[in-house]
């Protein structure tokens, strides 16, 4: 779940980056692994199914420079 909402935010093309309140380096290596982490096409299919966020909302990762 965590690598899911990591990457929706990420997936917007208007979105370059994320600030997230890190305590630990611990947390800072756990969202770096979730950045990566690939999360199934159903589970955001599932969303928009439920309407649990919008339709056309881009979920697709973008490609890394």
Not at 14 to 33: L, P
Request: with cysteine.
């Amino acid at each position: 779940l965590g690598a899911a909402a990591l990457q929706f935010t990420l997936a917007h093309p208007a979105v370059v980056s994320a600030v997230c309140g890190y305590r630990t380096t611990a947390e800072v290596d756990t969202n770096m692994r979730w950045s990566k982490e690939p999360v199934p096409a159903g589970f955001w299919d599932e969303l928009k199914a439920d309407k649990l966020i919008p339709f056309g909302a881009p979920t697709e990762p973008k490609a890394s420079p």
